[in-house]
């Protein structure tokens, strides 16, 4: 053959491969409003950025007659490419090709970039669009799920791995995500679930959608597994772009610094009015969050989950920092066990990829009742307790208001290491309320006086006696429990500063061979 | 999901207990056909919070609005009868040194309410259906 034909039968081949499972499947695909596995690479990529790995890969199957039909590719295009300059390794599931299932020589592409991004220490996105295991495969298909599997726990902590999914993801296929750091999912489109509804029915006779049991919605409000949602897939790319941009490529780097053009000494005065007069109103805190970050720019991590804490990820002087913040306006801004899982495992991700941390606290305590006792909230919480205790980033915490108990000392507090922590003249840092407090230090006194009208006077007393000596932040100010108390509106500047000063932080756990958190 | 036999005062109850997950603490009050048949018990009885439950709670149109969280009424915001639209206040539980509102998921009439300013209730407590 000829130099020329040779050529002209890899450019044939590469067309062929591009064309995953033909143009039929493609049309489907396309008509169910979802984009193909190599248009989504395409977006989510810097434009032209995009190398590709085992393009010629096909499966090595012969049962039931699979030596028939194979595609180039076998349903997942792999590579590397750049995200805003910076490198990183994707892979996306072919749904064109056996409903993206995976096998045996799929899942070694899969491999393959997990351990090329490991060994490079770049962030790693997986686009999820498959049925599941290749039945055909048997056994190898879940020799492939498990490798997979072992390389997401092994680069979990070293680099960022991203989970998109855009399509069903069902079965053991679901612990691939669950494994890593983040989960995007698409509204309509995508869903995850163990078990399917089929199988809900037979067992538990329960009669649901997939939708239902496992669609955007149901996963990004009541689970808490999706930690994002998009409206459709452009959008959702975006948004990882976006996310990464907050992020360092792996453990060893820190986040990178994005020129800011917002004045760090910027005065917001409105915070100097946001507190409500009566401490038993609400208010949002995310007016707070967008008051001192950079350019009000705040991506929030799972939003419309466990909505009394307030997480995600802003810039305050250029530097990327993850935002930490109790929300009166949601069930008091309580800590309960959703609340605690979320926070505790952003907290770690933050402490695992160098981003320091700003926490902003407003909070009564953690919710009491049998649900929350019998569902563990003593284990959750302290997933909350051991993450920032663990944490070595920097930690900066403003006490906004409340901030009482187990809750005040979870929060960040001086004694769990935090580097700088600071008190609006608002906050209210005590081991109880005051209505609690009088009940339990004079209840007796008081009753011993029968005149009701009395009682109450001597209450209003007391209470007033409690709050000024404890509801105050001068009282934690006193023995160095908080390091200044601070005007609100300069609390972007302060914020800062602090940052900037705990940018050389040194600050490692003792040698373990890995801790024992209680999960 | 659990089932258990339980004494009350010399009458005896059999008592379907579903996992509390912390999102949802009250059981779906739409029956579903239970797929293991459990032995057979003298009588079923479903456990009802003290509060009565809405009957219009388990025609399936009707949204029950629950409690999130322990607390006492501070302040009703509807009545019966009246439209309510998503993100309308439905009421204030003064809880954890906090007067929480409540604001409405759904849109809707209000059909029944079921608690008075004052009352104390508890995470899960139906506080009021909305007819959909």
């Given amino acids: 053959m000829a130099m020329q034909d040779k050529i002209k039968e890899l450019l044939d081949r590469r067309v ?27 977006m989510l990529l810097d434009e032209g950025s995009f190398e590709e790995f085992g393009m010629f890969v096909t499966h090595r199957s012969t049962n039931f007659g699979m030596e028939k039909e194979s595609y180039l590719s076998d349903g997942v295009v792999t590579g590397y490419g750049t995200i805003d300059g910076r490198l990183v390794y994707v892979f996306a599931q072919d749904f064109t090709v056996f409903g993206g299932s995976l096998s045996e020589t799929n899942a070694l592409k899969i491999c393959n970039v997990l351990d090329l991004a490991m060994k490079m220490g770049a962030p790693v996105i997986g686009i999820n669009d498959s049925g599941g295991a290749r039945i055909q495969e048997g056994v190898n298909s879940l020799a492939g799920y498990a490798s997979i599997f072992q390389r997401n726990i092994l680069a979990s902590g070293v680099v960022p791995q991203i989970s998109v999914i855009f399509g069903p993801c069902a079965g053991g296929a679901v612990y691939s995500p669950a494994l890593t750091d983040f989960i995007m999912m698409a509204k309509n489109s995508s869903y995850m679930f163990l078990t399917g509804p089929k199988v809900v029915k037979t067992v538990t006779g329960e009669d649901v959608t997939t939708e239902s049991l496992g669609g955007a919605e149901v996963h990004s409000t009541r689970s808490g597994v999706a930690h994002f949602v998009a409206e459709n897939e452009k959008e959702g790319l975006a948004t990882i772009r976006r996310l990464l941009s907050y992020l360092p490529s792996n453990n060893m780097e820190t986040a990178p610094e994005m020129p800011n053009n917002d004045p760090i000494e910027r005065y917001d005065n409105k915070l100097n009015d946001i507190i409500p007069d009566n401490p038993n109103k609400p208010y949002d805190v995310k007016d707070v969050i967008l008051g001192i970050v950079d350019n009000r720019e705040f991506l929030e991590v799972a939003p419309a989950y466990a909505k009394n804490l307030v997480i995600g990820f802003a810039r305050m002087g250029g530097m990327s920092v993850g ?6 306006s949601y069930l008091a801004g309580v800590l309960d066990i959703n609340a605690s899982r979320k926070g505790a495992r952003f907290v770690r991700f933050c402490d695992a990829f160098n981003i320091p941390l700003v926490t902003l606290v407003d909070v009564p305590g953690f919710l009491p009742g049998t649900g929350q006792e019998y569902g563990g909230i003593i284990v959750q919480g ?113 914020v800062i500063k602090a940052l900037q000063s705990l940018q050389t932080k040194r600050l490692e756990n003792p040698p373990k061979k890995h801790d024992n958190l209680p999960l | 999901m659990k089932e258990y036999r339980i004494k009350v005062n010399g009458t005896s109850y059999h ?44 025609t399936g149109e009707g949204f029950a609005v629950k409690s999130p969280l322990p607390g006492t009424i501070f302040e009703m915001c509807v009545q019966v009868g009246q439209k309510v639209t998503v993100g309308q206040k439905l009421l204030v539980i003064d809880a ?37």
């Avoid at chain 1, 935002?323 to 009166?328: E, F, K, L, R, S």
Wanted: aromatic share 6%; hydrophobic share 35%.
């Fill in chain 1, 323 to 328: 935002v930490v913040a109790n929300q009166p």
């Fill in chain 1, 382 to 494: 302290a997933k909350m307790l051991y993450a920032y205790g663990e944490a070595t980033v920097p930690k900066v915490t403003v006490t906004l208001r409340k901030s009482y108990g187990g809750s005040h000392i979870v929060m960040s507090c001086k004694q769990l290491r935090g580097d700088i922590n600071y008190a609006w003249p608002t906050a209210e840092i005590a081991v109880m309320g005051a209505e609690g407090a009088v009940e339990v230090l004079y209840s007796k006194e008081i009753k011993a006086n029968a005149d009701p009208e009395k009682q109450a006077e001597a209450y209003a007393e007391k209470k007033k006696e409690y709050n000024d000596l404890f509801c105050n932040p001068y009282n934690a100010a006193k023995y160095g429990y908080i390091d200044d108390v601070i005007e609100p509106r300069n609390t972007r500047y302060r």
């Fill in chain 1, 16 to 42: 062929e491969a591009r064309l995953g499972g033909g143009e039929k499947r493609i049309e489907k695909q396309h008509s169910q409003g979802k984009y193909t596995a190599r248009e989504r690479v395409a």
């Fill in chain 2, 15 to 58: 008592v379907v207990v579903e996992d509390v997950n912390g999102v949802s603490a009250v059981t779906d009050v739409t029956p579903t056909q239970a797929p293991i048949t459990p032995p057979p018990a003298p009588e079923v009885v479903v456990a009802q919070p003290t509060a009565p439950t809405p009957p219009a709670a388990s």
């Fill in chain 2, 96 to 132: 954890m040194k906090m007067e929480n509102n409540l604001v409405s998921e759904k849109a809707g009439t209000i059909s029944s309410i079921n608690v008075n300013k004052g009352d104390s209730v508890v995470e899960g407590d139906v506080l009021m259906v909305i007819d959909l």
